[in-house]
């Protein structure tokens, strides 16, 4: 059986509007729910610009502490944001502008499939990637973000 | 050693209403800045009758010492210690505040009323595992016990427990080492997990310790009805029922590949009942314990509950444990994890972050009679 060149970039096509398709209906909930949460705790929209948000629950002490260490090697990056509902102090060296405090804990129960620390990263008002953070994945996973 | 266990006392008793032994209440703002409470703990000062609540501010190391006569703060102490995960300290008397500060560094310290260290314990062992594999740890429901000689503290396993293939070494293990407080070596190690937690996983790796006025350690087992006695004099075990009326048999852990490994325990951890706390009242001979309901994790609008928001209930058994009671708490209104008991009666803390109403800044408090 052969394919006509119209019928192979039919083929391809279909494909990349499966996986596009696959990972919007992967982080489409789950977008949803952050939304609504940026709007009622901080009357925030998630931006359009490629965008790295550190979640700082309030658990784990430690691995909450070893986070706000490395933000502190990203204060210039405007493209990334911290929110916590981690009632400690905040970083010295990063701006508050960009470290939302979640005194109410909303972000604690946040259904974003997260059990503790964890990065979403959102582009054109839309997650595209989550990943739980551990002190032992910190280092690898800040290689992505800049 | 299932012949040890005592099955005289199975709780049959109709769980009670909590409202019908408040006996008082009080509510204090936290004149302090940044003030973010992490440790409370309480001290009974027998020479004035007085309770002193211990607050430790961890972004400081600061200790505030409120004083529940005169309902107010009496004193502040610079702790000379460097907090790192997680700390835990006892206070014996004003000049004995004995600390845990960092698993790492091993030592256990000695603080007076000065803020000064008086006495400290480099906790060593070269023929066991400590060391390599483990360090000491303590917390607010397995916090340091302490007689004449020796001091009881919890192994903290130095690799990682989201490694199942790390659990049978871990539930093998003994839990509890005794220190002596002559030189800090480890003079024995005591109280392992019961054996259904090596074949099968519940992903319940601490387990709640209180010590009683005969210097007797019980221990509480999150997913066991009884509890474990340990006599420290003739170093042997019983087994005594102390079960809740709302604790049912854990499912075994099955991981849910949907989500991330920690809100996979976490789910696994609301969607079932356990034990949580144990307590021993010396003013009143009695012991409590803390048993967390089960409750729905998903809810429909995006949210999932936390352990803090489930219902729970505290067991109330005499001295000889036979079960006297089992009251109920609302969701919200309280916050299980910080349960003091003093002179005055049982303060149980309404500083629950979930409830509407929570403030950071607040000491606030109701008092129960049992």
Known sequence: MTFSFSEKLITVVLFLLLISCNNNSKYSKKTDYFSNYLKKTFDKEIPDTKTFFFILPNSCPGCVKSIQESLERFATNENIIAITSYAG???????SERYWRDTGRALDKLNLGLGGTGLIITEKKEITGIIALSPENLDSVLTIVR | MSELFSCSNT??????????????????????????????????????????????????????????????????LNIPLKFDEQISYVVLDKDSLYFISNPEDRKICCVNSKGE??????????????????????????????????????????????????????FTQPKIVVISKNNG??????????????????????LSCTMNSNNE???????????????????????????????????????DTTMDHYASLTKYSV????????????????????????????????????SGERPWSIVVADSAFNIEKEIVFPRLKYNYGNILITSKGVLVSKSNAYNKNYKQNELNYDIFIF
Not at chain 2, 43 to 71: A, C
Request: with cysteine; net charge positive; proline share 3%.
């Open chain 1, 89 to 95: 102090a905040t970083p010295k060296n990063f701006p």
């Open chain 2, 217 to 255: 350690i019980i221990v509480s087992f999150r997913g066991e009805d009884s509890v474990l006695l340990y006599n420290t004099k003739d170093k042997t075990y019983k087994y005594k029922l102390m079960m809740s009326s709302f604790f049912t048999m854990k499912n075994v852990y099955k991981e």
């Open chain 2, 11 to 76: 709780n049959k008793g109709v769980a009670e209403q909590y409202s019908s032994f408040l006996i008082d209440s009080f509510k204090k703002e936290i004149p302090f800045e940044n003030y973010s409470v992490r440790y409370t703990t309480v001290f009974f000062d027998k020479k004035n009758k007085t309770d002193y609540i211990y607050m430790l501010n961890t972004d400081r190391m600061l200790i505030h010492g409120y004083n529940l006569n005169k309902q107010q703060f009496d004193f502040t």
């Open chain 2, 271 to 306: 969607e079932n009942s356990s034990y949580f706390s144990i307590q021993y009242d010396k003013f009143r001979k009695k012991y409590y314990r803390v048993c967390l309901h089960k409750y729905k994790y998903d809810n429909d609008d995006g949210t999932v509950n936390t």
């Open chain 2, 117 to 170: 260290i008086t006495q400290s314990w480099q906790i060593t062992d070269s023929t066991k595992a400590y060391g390599k594999e483990y360090s000491i740890s303590a917390f607010y429901s397995w916090p340091l016990m302490l007689d004449e000689k020796f001091i009881y503290t919890s192994y903290y396993p130095l690799y990682s427990l989201a490694d199942t293939t790390n659990h049978k070494k871990y």
């Open chain 2, 185 to 206: 070596s480890i003079v024995n190690e005591i109280i392992h997990f019961p054996e259904k937690y090596i074949a099968n996983s519940y992903r319940e790796y601490n």
